[in-house]
């Protein structure tokens, strides 16, 4: 059976271009970047570029970009450098991360450390000024996504920074800003510079690389958790996973423009998306999440909407459909078998029978208008057709 793929968020469907990248670096440059001899010079001289091309793109000095497993590590490397700090002190975070960052945050009020989660407004956007009023005199880190991975909204990211620099020179003191970008690198621009964070976190995966390859943007270094051969600033040590991290440099070159290609990219997915929210206006019980996506869509990523026919369950829906030859979601892929995804819209004010609801459809730069207009006939289908039985 064939499928149609409107799971981007959860991973994007590899590159071809990118996965003979990686099968080209693999069988061609295997030795160890740290090595001395010429095979190690070859790889050292692949790893330097990738990580020059990815600086470049991400708006950042070669220098300030390490190389990860994944997005899960590079927010853990953040957050958890704290714990090599005093263990008091106050850390805020949104109450809509991921739980890459919402679990480490919750393991730092473990170790003593005190942690405040800003929920969301109705509308998924955290308020920068509710943000701030949580900020004290002992904050040392505050944590804000630039795209929620569940709903799409885009967060002030950038007016938290121009808040947070009043609030330091207040202070005399630095405080961190991390942002995890995850969801935002290939789907709009990042320029970590001008966004004025600390740190932000990007994965290789979402953007159609192979698995295994993270990035770290650190505007100054941090203190290193983990211990080893001092690969990445001592920030990852570990030999380097060159095949993916070629790979990865690629697919930000192909699929994260800041230019003219990013932006035709960007409408595309926009044009598609006011397609999908057309399409499921006709049917029956529909309701956004939240519903401002219909009114300022451009406060949402074009690539994420988040949608539920109450009272069916998310669950219920999202394997009917799977049958049928369409892949989608309900929450956060990373949190769904832990019954956990439901936190993130509580975390904007909805309530849980309808978040129990929600399904997430994420699209990606080989959508087509047929997959939405298949995707959406089936939709219909499966929700008039659902027997009573199914439904709570
Ligand atoms: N942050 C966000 C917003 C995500 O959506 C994800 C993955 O779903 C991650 C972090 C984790 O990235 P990775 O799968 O590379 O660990």
């Known amino acids: 059976m064939s499928i149609i793929y409107l799971d981007w968020a959860a991973t994007a469907p590899p590159d071809p271009e990118t996965i003979e990248e990686y099968a080209r670096v693999a069988a061609g440059t295997y030795g160890n970047p740290s090595s001395e001899h010429m095979a190690g010079r070859a790889a050292r001289e692949l790893l330097q570029s990738a990580r020059a091309r990815s600086a470049r793109l991400l708006g950042a000095r070669p220098e300030q970009v390490i190389f990860t497993s994944c997005g899960t590590e590079s927010n853990n490397i953040v957050l958890l450098s704290l714990l090599l700090r005093k263990r008091t002190g106050s850390v805020i975070i949104s109450g809509i991360e991921h739980p890459s960052v919402y679990e480490p945050a919750r393991l730092l009020a473990e170790m003593g450390f005190t942690v405040r989660f800003v929920p969301a407004e109705r509308n998924g956007i955290v308020s920068p000024e509710r943000l701030i009023q949580a900020v004290d005199d002992a904050t040392l880190l505050v944590a804000l996504?630039?795209?929620?991975?569940?709903?799409?909204?885009?967060?002030?990211?950038?007016?938290?920074?121009?808040?947070?620099?009043?609030?330091?020179?207040?202070?005399?003191?630095?405080?961190?800003?991390?942002?995890?970008?995850?969801?935002?690198?290939?789907?709009?621009?990042?320029?970590?510079?001008?966004?004025?964070?600390?740190?932000?976190?990007?994965?290789?995966?979402?953007?159609?690389?192979?698995?295994?390859?993270?990035?770290?943007?650190?505007?100054?270094?941090?203190?290193?958790?983990?211990?080893?051969?001092?690969?990445?600033?001592?920030?990852?040590?570990?030999?380097?996973?060159?095949?993916?991290?070629?790979?990865?440099?690629?697919?930000?070159?192909?699929?994260?423009?800041?230019?003219?290609?990013?932006?035709?990219?960007?409408?595309?997915?926009?044009?598609?998306?006011?397609?999908?929210?057309?399409?499921?206006?006709?049917?029956?019980?529909?309701?956004?999440?939240?519903?401002?996506?219909?009114?300022?869509?451009?406060?949402?990523?074009?690539?994420?909407?988040?949608?539920?026919?109450?009272?069916?369950?998310?669950?219920?829906?999202?394997?009917?459909?799977?049958?049928?030859?369409?892949?989608?979601?309900?929450?956060?892929?990373?949190?769904?078998?832990?019954?956990?995804?439901?936190?993130?819209?509580?975390?904007?004010?909805?309530?849980?029978?309808l978040a129990f609801s929600a399904i997430r459809i994420s699209i990606g730069y080989t959508t087509s208008r047929a997959d939405i207009e298949a995707f959406c006939a089936e939709l219909a289908r499966a929700v008039a057709s659902l027997p009573a039985a199914a439904r709570r």
Do not use: W
């Open 145 to 353: 996504m630039y795209v929620n991975n569940e709903t799409g909204a885009i967060q002030p990211v950038s007016e938290v920074a121009a808040l947070l620099a009043e609030t330091e020179r207040r202070g005399g003191r630095p405080i961190h800003l991390h942002c995890d970008c995850v969801q935002a690198l290939g789907k709009m621009p990042v320029d970590c510079g001008a966004l004025g964070v600390d740190s932000a976190s990007f994965s290789g995966h979402k953007l159609g690389a192979p698995r295994g390859c993270g990035l770290l943007y650190l505007k100054r270094p941090l203190a290193p958790l983990y211990r080893g051969g001092g690969q990445e600033l001592d920030l990852r040590p570990g030999t380097e996973n060159l095949p993916a991290i070629c790979a990865t440099a690629l697919a930000i070159e192909r699929h994260a423009s800041l230019g003219a290609a990013g932006a035709r990219a960007r409408d595309s997915a926009a044009g598609l998306k006011r397609l999908l929210i057309e399409r499921i206006r006709s049917i029956e019980e529909h309701r956004f999440i939240p519903e401002e996506v219909e009114s300022v869509p451009d406060r949402y990523s074009p690539f994420i909407l988040n949608v539920a026919f109450p009272p069916m369950p998310g669950e219920v829906l999202v394997r009917l459909l799977s049958d049928r030859g369409y892949a989608i979601s309900t929450g956060s892929a990373c949190s769904t078998r832990k019954q956990k995804h439901l936190r993130v819209l509580s975390a904007m004010g909805v309530d849980h029978d």
